[in-house]
């Protein structure tokens, strides 16, 4: 190994070892309640990113990904790589918890109100659309007298709910990492009896 390769594999090194405290970093509460409102749309964005990721690599460079809903490409993925021991359910129960948390804030206009002392802190939030209704359907509006509006609400979400999203979005993580290391044993396993 030459001193520029040793040199761009320190590099390497030092970068994924950055990257790695920034990702963990991403999964923990801030001090400000707003910050730990970016880290919990950061850290489903890194669940969601990893899982799309863990679905490509498995239909191969040949394949094509599911870019459906995340669960049923999941789900598929995992059948057709024969994994029995690892319980999509499971993962599917808490990815809808946070999926819900996330989307109470996913379109969020801005931060009306912080009340409460850390760590039972609320944050009211105004967001497109009406209450209830799906994305895009009742943002805007026609009136017969021929003018309209644009529809918004208010959301409230703790402090404590904040926390155990992140908590859950961890454990989320965590679970696509050791069904990436399944999705490796089972390609091993394939390959030797293929081999065989």
Known sequence: MTGDQHDDLDDFVEWTRRYRLKEQESFQPQGAIEQTVLNMIGAYENVVSRANWLC???????????????????????????????SIDA???QFDKVNTARNRLAHMLWVDEVTGDWPNR???VVVRGKVGEPKGR????????GWSRKNTHTVQISEQELYRTLDRLWSLRNSLLKLGRAFSIAAENKARNEAV
């Open 122 to 124: 609320s944050l009211r």
């Open 138 to 145: 009742g943002e805007l509006e026609w009136f017969a007298d």
């Open 56 to 86: 490509f690599h498995q239909a191969g460079p040949d394949g094509v990904a599911d870019r459906e809903r995340l669960v049923p490409a999941l789900r598929r993925a995992i059948e057709a790589a024969g994994i029995e021991d690892w």
């Open 91 to 93: 993962f599917a129960t």
